[in-house]
């Protein structure tokens, strides 16, 4: 199993940018799926989790009403839109796939919010 993640860059307040999270080796149906982020001398923390199949979505409380995930099963990939970008926002973005015993992450890419 391998993600990969695109799409990050620099963008300005306010702005948006598309995530998008590609796997091989499996199907996001198998797992639970989360977009994590990490910024310079914090901790990781969870951004969305959810679980395709059952359309169930949790989004964490400095995201919400901003960011949004999405599918594309013919693709195998996930998206997370950012929308109303703040400088805060500003992060190594993660996604991960988890169930039973297994995870896997992807590799990162930077998001960067200029203000």
């Known amino acids: 199993v391998q993600l990969v993640e695109f799409g990050g860059g620099l963008v300005q307040t306010g702005g948006s940018l598309r995530l998008s999270c590609a796997l091989s080796?499996?199907?996001?149906?198998?797992?639970?799926v989360g977009w994590f982020r990490q910024a310079p001398g914090k901790e990781r923390e969870g951004v969305a989790c959810?679980?395709?199949?059952?359309?169930?979505?949790y989004y964490g409380d400095p995201v919400k009403g901003r960011f949004a995930v999405s599918s594309d099963h013919a693709k195998n990939t996930v998206y997370l839109q950012m929308n109303s970008l703040k400088p805060e926002d500003t992060a190594v973005y993660y996604c991960?796939?988890?169930?039973?015993?297994?995870?896997?992450w992807g590799q990162g890419t930077q998001v960067t919010v200029s203000s």
């Open positions: 959810f679980s395709l199949p059952d359309r169930v979505f």
């Open positions: 080796g499996g199907t996001f149906d198998d797992y639970t």
């Open positions: 991960k796939v988890w169930g039973g015993r297994r995870d896997y």
